[in-house]
């Protein structure tokens, strides 16, 4: 459950009493801090009892406040800082010609451990989303810039309805200027997560639209406001961004299989567009 605990506690939020529903948020915005707090201190800062802070607690099968505070300092745990591993990686020393090889091999990892039942489910709740929704909006910033740019590059080859948003452009606030409210809001950023990519997200989230995000871990802010979290972990060694991209080629073919017709046609116009305007050498 160590795993699971924070998307149990999203999905049956809607369930929760008014006590609870406080409580919930409060470990959403503040989780990096609950393997530090008492139930005294957490009832001074919520205005909850004692009693309701240990009632929330045992509704979601622990014992009582202590093992809740343990399973969330177990997950913060395995929340590695890949910067930090990367630059431990760099500063090793080795067989730099076998360096090739390595990254091959770690790569292959990533992939190998990235199926699971939790990234399956979420697979296809963003495929629904993104196919009931009207516009499709996707932010990311710096790192993960380039797999923003080429999922909207991917998307837009077969989908007219599609924006990405760029930090340091002005055009963007014209772009949020016509949001409808069954558009959808695709983030990407892993840590350490973009204050812009942040901004952008609750902004959706104020107005109701939905969220997908791709990122690391589940307790990551964009994994707490989002409705759909699909996760990838990024090469420790590497910072590898190998399985975040195989989640977003998955997912281009995927729509564009769900309208085949469609995605055919476009893909046949835009190859008379380009030998038309000479585009290719």
Known sequence: MEIYIINIIKEQYGELTKSFKVMADFIFENITQIPFLSIKEISEITGLSSATIIRFTQYFKFKGYPEFQKNIQEILKKEITPMKE?????????????????????????????PNENLKENFKKALEIIENS????????????????????????????????????????????????????????????????????????????????????????????????????NGEKTYSFVGAMTILNALCIKLAKLNKENTLESLEKLKEIAMEMKVYL
């Open 86 to 114: 990367f630059k431990e990686s760099i500063l090793q020393t080795g067989e730099e010609e076998t360096l090739l090889d390595d990254v091959i091999l770690q790569n292959i990892e990533i992939l190998k451990k990235l």
């Open 134 to 233: 009207g516009k499709i909006y996707i932010v990311s910033s710096r790192s993960s810039y380039s797999l923003g740019y080429y999922f909207y590059f991917m998307l837009k080859e077969f989908k007219e309805n599609v924006e990405i948003i760029i930090s340091g452009t002005e055009d963007y606030t014209h772009k949020l200027l016509y949001l409808k409210e069954n558009d959808v809001l695709f983030t990407i950023s892993f840590h350490a997560y973009t204050d812009f990519t942040y901004k952008i997200a609750q902004f959706f989230k104020k107005r109701n639209n939905k969220i997908i995000c791709l990122t690391d871990t589940l307790t990551s802010p964009f994994a707490l406001i989002s409705d759909c979290a699909l996760l990838s972990k």
